[in-house]
């Protein structure tokens, strides 16, 4: 599960950094590293792979619901132009 949040990628199962929940101004919280953005790359047959993504198996809907709420959890959001003037 990633994110692309001002034209760069993340990792939103990535336990080892927080996101910081942004609003009209950038805050990060105190205790947690930024976010390392991923980097996306060509394999030699020509597909784009992200590289350094938390890739995880799940055996259960219990499961897959666990990792969709901690990867929500961890999305960055703000406002732009376009979703304040849009009703």
């Known amino acids: 599960m990633f994110q692309i949040f001002k034209e760069e990628v993340f990792d939103l199962l990535d336990s080892n950094h927080a996101a910081a929940r942004l609003d009209s101004v950038s805050v990060a919280k105190p205790s947690a590293p930024a976010r390392v953005p991923i980097q996306i790359r060509e394999t030699a047959t020509g597909g784009i792979t992200l590289a350094g993504v938390t890739e995880a198996e799940v ?29």
């Open 59 to 87: 055996k259960s809907k219990e499961e897959m619901a666990s990792y969709l709420i901690r990867g929500s959890s961890s999305r960055a959001t703000a406002s732009t132009n376009m979703n304040r003037q849009s009703r």
